[in-house]
């Protein structure tokens, strides 16, 4: 039904794992990869129905899954009838399966794989990838389970972080309060996670 398209997503995803040095599944799952090849998402609103995907996978990996997508379609010349039924069948899909969400549950979940991923050693980007949320997100995640243990080995997230002496002398300089003045005295050359994730880890000790 789908030919070759899962084998397409697949050799994409492992190149992509392999550039960045991941496990394949951190990108995306085989569940997502197969989902992807029977419903044909072919753009962000699409690709976002597919649980799984969040707008931080997006951003990062939609476009070239989209671009796959779209070459494979054309090439098997599918039928916007076909694209279309797949379309209805997904969104019909969604609102059947998808519980409501509880927010507090969900947060607290997010909190705990923070924590089992913080005990692997794991960077912030790829918290980032395996939880798909931003690099600002985690690093909220981590001062608030710095805020509830405070004894949470984290020190090899401040060795991780370019420069940070130099950032911790900054906030030293202009406080705590605002992120801004700590951006632009750095030129936007450090990142904003690295930022917020000093701040944390100060304010944490």
């Known amino acids: 039904?789908?030919?070759?398209?899962?084998?397409?997503?697949?050799?994409?995803?492992?190149?992509?794992?392999?550039e960045k040095n991941v496990a394949g599944f951190i990108i995306l799952s085989d569940?997502?990869?197969?989902?992807?090849?029977?419903?044909?998402?072919?753009?962000k609103d699409g690709f976002l129905l597919i649980k799984g995907i969040g707008e931080n996978k997006f951003n990062l990996y939609g476009e070239k899954f989209i671009s796959i997508i779209n070459s494979y379609i054309k090439s098997e010349n599918i039928s916007n009838e076909i694209l279309n039924t797949r379309e209805q069948e997904l969104k019909k899909s969604i609102q059947t399966e998808r519980p409501k969400i509880n927010v507090k549950e969900r947060t607290e979940t997010r909190k705990r794989r923070v924590k089992e991923l913080i005990e692997q050693k794991m960077s912030i980007e790829d918290m980032a990838n395996d939880l798909d949320l931003t690099s600002n997100t985690i690093v909220n995640y981590i001062g608030r389970l710095?805020?509830?243990d405070s004894s949470l080995d984290v020190k090899y997230l401040k060795e991780s972080v370019n420069g940070y002496n130099?950032?911790?002398?900054?906030?030293?300089?202009?406080?705590?309060?605002?992120?801004?003045?700590?951006?632009?005295e750095f030129s936007g050359n450090v990142e904003y996670a690295?930022?917020?994730?000093?701040?944390v880890l100060m304010l944490s000790k």
């Open 146 to 148: 710095l805020t509830d």
């Open 166 to 184: 130099d950032i911790v002398n900054a906030f030293k300089k202009y406080g705590t309060e605002k992120i801004g003045p700590i951006y632009v």
């Open 1 to 18: 039904d789908s030919g070759q398209s899962p084998n397409l997503l697949i050799e994409s995803r492992n190149d992509l794992s392999k």
């Open 31 to 43: 569940v997502v990869l197969k989902e992807l090849a029977y419903f044909y998402p072919i753009n």
């Open 194 to 199: 690295d930022i917020i994730l000093v701040k």
